[in-house]
């Protein structure tokens, strides 16, 4: 009877773990590592034709975006998710084969010119299809069974529609044992889902630990909903548009769902009828699924309005956008409006768009409502950047930044530590997964302090659950590859070179407002150097 730790490990992304028992293996979750290059990261480090079953928490890419790679190199078995995440992962793994196909055929234009090989995208729409067609649902609560000698369970986890723990029970030698896999461990107090549950009882936990290292703010405990009204209100009156960069699944609807009440008390008095675009295929397609049937889904106050026959997730003056030519018109609209589109973290995606139009104007607002990481767009701007670069021009921020706090969908450290106290007796042992490199073996560390026996284990590691001890070791998370840091030195002539590199973009600067003729022939002469060093 063993564990195997296929993803997420030391990571936040690329959830995969494997029970097995009986020589029968089953894969709780199946997901995609991002960030990094993606073709070569995603190869799975075992047979798939070898995975009886696929027990699935919910359907985030990283925890589902590997499942049309699985069916692509052959695996045939069931996979088995809630009615909800069923329903959500068609619009996820269609999005997804579509993002590796243009990703392909993006590499494969640039090689072509470079007289590279091209390359395969990592799956297809068609091994996405074929992944959807594998899909078992089942409600919350309802036992099924895998596979042979094995039974499971879903729990509410309350972090997405339909996200769930997975409870899964494993016989073998005449021993049951019995694992809970925590999938990601929802936040409290969000709009339209239900709380995270609780569960009480495991032989072994596998547990996140995204927010191990951190709580969330206590200032987070306010009205959102007056919060963002007020919002609204003062950036209509001054004549701009509040741009909210959302996840498309998830964080739009339960935004709607709040403007809906803000429109529904007449919170916003200036124009009760404002406008609001949703800019994202993806997010639109997730509307419509919220917009379905969330019989036993939903926290208590969405219940009522569910069976009061209220459209939770519309409203007068709510426009979904899905060609470009509307996106782009939005931008030349005078009118002001609301505008939320993805992604959440202004790294991709048309949300840029609306950056590009909206950050230098005084009159708009920026509203950031979810967790931007280090790194991203989104975080340089809440940071305080004065000036950020979209597609390649310098674009001054001037608009109002507003964050919103309280919107997270993880738990934070203290929930995190209040999840796993509830089971009773302690489990044997605690799994720490999907948590950064540091993070997941530091709330470790915090959980044996706390009396419990855990570790975070690495990427491979195998652990024999009956034996209760590790039979193979894993290997570290590799580190992104960062060109010219540590250890490799440039050459001073380098170094020469970029300082004139910096040079000639502050004379092209200086050359603003130049006549044509002359941009022209300084372009020209620009091109002819890079077509003779772009070797
Ligand atoms: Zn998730
Ligand atoms: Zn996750």
Redesign the pocket.
């Known amino acids: 009877m063993k564990l195997r730790f296929y993803g997420a490990d030391r990571a936040v992304t690329g959830s995969c773990h494997c029970v097995e028992i009986n020589g029968k293996r089953i894969l709780v979750d199946c997901g995609l590592q991002q960030g990094r290059d993606e073709l070569e990261e995603n190869a799975l480090p075992f047979a798939a034709g070898g995975v009886d079953a696929v027990v699935l928490t ?1 359907a ?1 890419v ?2 589902s975006g590997r499942l049309p790679l699985l069916v692509k190199n052959g695996f045939g078995g069931k996979i088995f998710c809630t009615r909800l995440t069923g329903e959500l992962l068609g619009i996820m793994l269609r999005d997804a084969a579509h993002i590796q196909e243009s990703d392909a055929e993006y590499v494969n234009r640039k090689g072509q010119r470079a007289g590279r090989s091209p390359v395969e995208p990592l799956y297809s729409l068609r091994d996405a299809e074929a992944a959807l067609e594998r899909l078992v649902c089942v409600e919350y609560g309802q036992e099924f069974s895998p596979a042979e000698g094995i039974r499971a369970r879903f729990a509410d986890a309350g ?2 529609l339909g ?1 769930a723990y997975a409870e899964v029970w494993a016989a073998e030698e005449g021993e049951t044992k019995k694992l809970v896999f925590s ?2 461990i929802g936040n409290v107090d969000q709009p339209v889902i239900r709380d995270p549950s609780f569960l009480t009882e495991a032989d072994f936990v596998v547990m996140e630990s995204t927010y191990g290292d951190r709580e969330h703010d206590e200032s987070e405990r306010y009205d959102r909903v007056t919060a963002l009204a007020e919002v609204i209100e003062r950036t209509i009156r001054r004549g701009g548009n509040v741009v909210i960069p959302s996840f498309a699944v998830g964080r739009t609807q339960e935004l709607l769902y709040i403007i809906r009440e803000i429109k529904e008390r007449g919170l916003v008095t200036y124009n009760p009828h404002f406008r609001v675009c949703v800019d994202s295929p993806l997010a639109r397609e997730a509307t419509r699924i919220y917009a379905g049937d969330l019989a036993g889904y939903v926290d208590p106050d969405a219940e009522e309005l569910r069976i009061g026959g209220v459209k939770m997730f519309e409203f007068e003056g709510l426009e979904l956008v899905t060609t470009t030519d509307d996106s782009k018109a939005l931008n030349f609209d005078p009118e002001p409006k609301v505008i939320l589109s993805a992604s959440g973290m202004c790294d991709a995606g048309r949300i840029r768009h609306h950056l590009k139009y909206n950050l230098w104007r005084p009159n708009s607002s920026i509203v950031f409502v979810g967790y931007q990481a280090q790194g991203s767009l989104g975080r340089r701007i809440l940071d305080g950047a004065t000036e950020v670069k979209l597609f390649g021009e310098d674009v001054a921020v001037r608009a109002e930044i507003v964050r919103l706090p309280g919107m997270s ?1 993880h738990a934070d450290r203290s929930h995190l530590l209040d999840w796993i106290g509830h089971f009773s007796p302690r489990p044997a042992h605690v799994f720490v997964v999907h948590g950064d490199a540091e993070v997941a073996p530091g709330f470790a560390q915090e959980l044996e302090r706390e009396g419990f026996s855990a570790h975070a284990p690495k990427y491979c590691e195998e652990y024999d659950l009956l034996l209760g001890r590790v039979t193979r070791e894993g290997v570290e998370p590799e580190k992104p590859k960062q060109p010219a840091a540590g250890g490799f030195k440039d050459s001073p002539a380098f170094t020469a070179l970029v300082e004139l590199g910096q040079k000639l973009l502050e004379v092209i600067r200086h050359n603003r407002g130049g006549a044509n003729r002359d941009l022209k022939k300084f372009g020209a002469e620009i091109q002819k150097l890079i077509d003779k060093w772009d070797r």
């Open positions: 919910h985030h990283d925890h972090h997405l996200s999938g990601d969908s």
